[in-house]
Nanobody, 121 residues
Framework: QVQLVESGGGLVQPGGSLRLSCAAS????????MGWYRQAPGKQRELVAT???????NYGDSVKGRFTMSRDNAKNTGYLEMNNLQPEDTAVYYC???????????????WGQGTLVTVSS
C-alpha cells in the first residue's frame, strides 16, 4: 500500500517562503507523475504544479514564476518551493501521485492528507 505524507506547511508572512515535501512510503518501484494541489476555504481544489518522472513540470497560472516543483526519484519524494507567498496562497496543500508501481502492482491515484499553509501578517 502506498501512502503520501506531506510536511513543511505552517504560518508565514506575506512575501515569505516555504518548502513543502511529499514522501511516498511503501515498496515503490516507480512513480509516474507527482503533483501539488490546493484547496482554500469555500473554493474548489486547484492545480498548483505537477512533475513527471523525467522532470517536466507544469504550473497553475496563479503560481507561475513564484513556485518551483522538483522531485528526488531515489527518495520517492516531491518538493514544492514557494516564494513570495501572498494571503491568497492560503490553503490546504495536497500531494498526489499518479500511476505508482509497487511490489503489489499499480496504484493509479494516491492522495496525501494535506498540509496547511497560512500566509498572514
Amino acid at each position: 500500500q502506498v501512502q503520501l505524507v506531506e510536511s513543511g506547511g505552517g504560518l508565514v508572512q506575506p512575501g515569505g517562503s516555504l518548502r513543502l515535501s511529499c514522501a511516498a512510503s511503501g515498496i515503490i518501484r516507480s512513480i509516474n507523475t507527482m503533483g501539488w494541489y490546493r484547496q482554500a476555504p469555500g473554493k474548489q481544489r486547484e492545480l498548483v504544479a505537477t512533475i513527471t518522472s523525467s522532470g517536466s513540470t507544469n504550473y497553475g497560472d496563479s503560481v507561475k514564476g513564484r513556485f518551483t516543483m522538483s522531485r528526488d526519484n531515489a527518495k520517492n519524494t516531491g518538493y514544492l518551493e514557494m516564494n513570495n507567498l501572498q494571503p491568497e496562497d492560503t490553503a490546504v496543500y495536497y500531494c498526489k501521485a499518479d500511476r505508482v508501481l509497487t511490489a503489489r502492482g499499480w496504484s493509479f491515484e494516491v492522495w496525501g492528507q494535506g498540509t496547511l499553509v497560512t500566509v498572514s501578517s
